[in-house]
Nanobody, 123 residues
Framework: QVQLVESGGGLVQAGGSLRLSCAAS????????MGWFRQAPGKEREFVAT????????YYADSVKGRFTISRDNAKNTVYLQMNSLEPEDTAVYYC????????????????WGQGTQVTVSS
């Protein structure tokens, strides 16, 4: 069982930056693939970024590539999402999630979820 708690969301102007954090419970954090997803009102939850357990493999949605960076600190049981050059289209509730095994982009493959943190980007 893994419990996830996100933090770092907020209101920012277009072009600004935010850093999201997701703290995980448990002693096997490094065995989990971690992902960030987001959901805007009226839209389906969508993939943002994912990182392998070792941190050696990362993947991004095309819409955030070059602007967002996912990273993890296994000693701190924490995964991060650095978001730069934010756009109003990035406005959503951001969720972190965990799964065992392969790095995958579909949110339906993830077993554990945080409660989400709101990110609002004003134009």
């Amino acid at each position: 069982q893994v419990q996830l708690v996100e933090s770092g969301g907020g209101l920012v102007q277009a072009g600004g930056s935010l850093r999201l954090s997701c703290a995980a419970s448990g002693r096997t954090f490094s065995t989990y693939t971690m992902g960030w997803f987001r959901q805007a009102p009226g839209k389906e939850r969508e993939f943002v970024a994912t990182i392998s357990g070792s941190g050696g493999s990362t993947y991004y949605a095309d819409s955030v590539k070059g602007r967002f960076t996912i990273s993890r600190d296994n000693a701190k049981n924490t995964v991060y999402l650095q978001m730069n050059s934010l756009e109003p289209e990035d406005t959503a509730v951001y969720y972190c999630a965990a799964k065992s095994g392969l790095v995958l982009r579909n949110y339906k493959n993830y077993d554990y979820w945080g409660q989400g943190t709101q990110v609002t980007v004003s134009s």
